[in-house]
């Protein structure tokens, strides 16, 4: 089981509800008020855990497991070892997500309520059962909704609005920014900071005041360290539901979409423009103004100068389609060794 | 306008003031005395706002646009629409930033003093003016100049130096650092822990100690998350005027001249020196010991692993002359492309 | 000498001294008992101070070097001026290292206690000797060992463990991780945050619990900013003896042995499992679920999608054989010159 220092279990679960949390099917012949109580992968399970299906690369690992059930799409039932309980699921990643959080439930806060340690302007505003914890400062007029938790060393700024059941983690700095409801945000993040803009003259950069906000929607994640610097007069704008890892940067101006991925490191230059549904593999960079049509993806590293299709598949620095890149990976491949004959 | 609950507007401004903080020549039959109330983007400008044409792409917007002064190049003035106030200059960005700054001054900060919640070592000084928010640490010796804002959560290290009218963003930590006059270091920035140096060995990697410094030199920039290690033995520099933008690494050693731009994610290795105004492309990777000339150009995502000479512009990874990298990326594309016949 | 603003040198220490804590043999016609006051680099060293041959690049700067002692290879000996003390020695640079720490010792705590600023909980135990600073908080059970430094700003989460002697730079963040003995953490650093891991669906991303924790072994070293999630179900885990630059990304499930170098910026994504003494160059990518064999190298800016074989050396994006690389980048050279012709 999870390490009982940093996660609390529940109760054991029946099969008849683990079925109705992860809206699955029950197969096998196992009686649907056996209990299970963990989740764990499939070479570690046994039979008192659920475990889940989800690469065929592990189909294997599923025929000779000793999960006592297991969230499998129907196609893999055949394989099953005998004995084990089946969730039949469409999305058994899905699946066994929805089951992994009614084990290990968000644990109820001990304290639902503002520390004595932390710092709040007497202008601000805190809604019923925020936690804001030892260290964190609310500064003058920023508005904390209903049910947030604020981590210590936090550090949000003026005006800031956080909306509904949000989560911000450790030092953390919020500023020029309006936060939708359920957002997480990890530790370390910057949000909102102005962003880097020079008149650039050999006399010396003079700095152009920044004057738009940032705005994240519901249901965004943010990774941590990541900083995203607020509009020069426009909005930077995150969309719902968009995930965001660690260490990305995210210039002025830009908008993002909904529902996109963005993995590590990746760089976003000021004003590009990203549809919905965007996928950018970890490293990759994106020069300024750019049009990112939705549901296009982007390799790892690659280095995109150009607008994107929706749709599109890219890869390469410079970034060109990904079949185009593949060809002229081949390409030099062969060049390499001819020349070594 | 932009958001009063993060920026706060003066009152209008004549076209004879604007003309003055601006340096700009009047044209255009507006009336010297009469009152601007904002700025705003060409396309979104009104009647009251002022607006400037800095890039050519948008001199079609410019022609259409219903701003009632703008910042812009004699050149441009045979396209204005009618009625449009206009403020000539050769410099129209550095003028609309002039304007901008006239308009959205530097919120005189509410209090300019030591918060009760900051915890300033005795043997600190803190100069006339110097604010210091709830949360932040300022150790023992540590000096604070004469108008310096602290922010929240920021830790001054033992012995550092902070110069006349800097601003340091929340969370950011400094050691063994000396910061000059009118610095902004953003929030989240770490400067002066000792860099990665190590006697390697199969027996196990021992610590080199790290007794250089950071030097950050007046009227430098350094962006989100940034960090800076201090010298092995020489120190770390920043020479006066560089603008360093998010999440960049910068090593021990390293000597970077004035008024250079270093764009999001750059990393540069120990000890290599940097002359002045060099520009430096986001992602960009420099290996150590390497002599860059100034004014030279290195492209966003560039592996730089020789010297370059004063105002070259390099490309690619192994980079080289942008020239020859943007030759190879045809040469490439080429190909590519009769393999595809 | 080092800014005695930040660094406190120790007396004179006589050359029988200096031998027997650097491991060298002394040779050449100076007075064991002379002592010496301070180390210095080859070009500016005097005869009171100690310096190091590490680099052949150097050796014409030691034959015209002033310093009174230098650690060197033995076969270097004949380069010497006349007069120099030498301190023979295999590895020269670790005997650098040694005699730098005895002339500038890791400064004994001014106050060796728990400041009265810092927010400990009262079912956190703090050991002998321990220091935190003001503004750390300590939250609910967990272990802070004998001798450890917890800097201003530090936030460790509940339940994690810290080991003897262990260092935590400002403004850190630790939660769901064990932390070994004498690991040196930067500041900055956010660790054991929930991994990006989700179940993706065009009806809205959906998080996936994150069960596992982080390990951290004994003598790493962390770079400032870096970011290391926690595992998803197995743990992250940092092997002991590694050392990790600034701004690395460690994702979720990643096992990294003992004895590593990852330099700053490198990216490892989720899975993916690395030997004992790999050296990574900044930059670098790791897709997920590689396995990386033991004593590779990988180098700076490369993007790795394969296995890494024991021993290997590659570069790249994406990345090959050293060798083939190198011959690549030659290949294009050549195409490139022949197309100029």
Redesign the interface.
């Known amino acids: 089981m ?2 009982p ?3 609390r279990r529940a109760k054991p679960i029946s099969l008849a509800d683990l079925a109705k949390i992860a809206n699955a099917t029950i197969t096998g012949d196992v009686a649907p008020d056996r209990t299970f109580a963990d ?3 499939l070479s570690e399970a046994g039979p008192e855990d659920v475990s889940f299906l989800d690469n065929k690369r592990y189909a294997d690992t599923f025929s000779t497991s000793e999960a006592g059930a297991c969230v499998v799409e129907a196609a893999y039932a055949n394989r099953a070892p005998s004995g084990m309980a089946l969730l039949i699921s469409d ?1 058994p ?2 699946g ?3 089951i ?2 009614a084990f ?1 439930p968000l644990q109820a806060d ?1 304290s639902t309520n503002v ?1 004595a ?1 932390a ?1 709040v302007a007497a202008s601000a505003s805190v809604g019923d059962g925020a936690r804001i ?3 964190a ?1 609310i ?3 920023a508005e904390i909704s209903a049910g947030v938790h604020i ?3 936090v ?1 949000v ?3 800031v ?1 956080v909306g509904t059941g949000t989560r911000i ?3 953390t ?1 919020l ?2 920014c309006l936060i939708g409801d359920r957002v ?1 945000i ?3 993040v ?1 949000i909102g ?1 102005d962003g ?1 803009g ?5 006399a ?6 920044q ?3 940032v705005i994240i929607e519901d ?1 965004v ?1 943010i ?3 990541t ?1 995203i ?1 607020r509009g020069a ?2 909005d930077t704008v995150v969309g719902a ?1 968009t ?1 965001i ?3 990305v ?1 995210i ?1 002025h101006n830009v908008r993002i979409g909904k ?1 996109c ?1 963005i ?3 990746v ?1 976003i ?1 000021g004003s590009t423009e990203i549809g919905d ?1 965007v996928m950018i593999g ?2 990759a ?1 994106l ?1 300024g103004h750019l049009k990112v049509g939705s549901r296009s993806k982007i390799a ?2 690659s ?1 995109v100068m150009r607008n994107v299709d929706p749709g599109g598949t890219i890869g390469g ?2 970034a ?1 389609p990904m079949r ?1 890149w593949l ?3 081949a ?3 062969r ?2 060794k001819n ?2 004959r």
Chains 1, 2, 3 share one sequence.
Do not use: W
């Open positions: 999870a390490d220092r940093f996660f989740v764990k992968a999305a990643y899905l066994y997500a929805l992994a959080a290990y001990e520390s340690n710092h914890e030892a260290g400062v500064q003058a007029h981590s210590s060393g550090v700024g003026p005006g609005v983690g450790p030092n700095c500023s020029h997480i990890h530790g370390g910057n900071q880097f020079f008149a650039l003259s050999p010396g950069h003079h700095k152009v005041p004057l738009g906000r249901d994640e990774g941590a360290n900083t610097d007069g426009p539901g995930k890892d660690n260490l940067q210039a529902g991925i993995v590590s490191q760089g230059s549904f970890g490293q960079g020069t790892a590293q280095g620095s410079p060109k185009d060809k002229e990976v390409l030099v491949d060049l390499v020349k070594n």
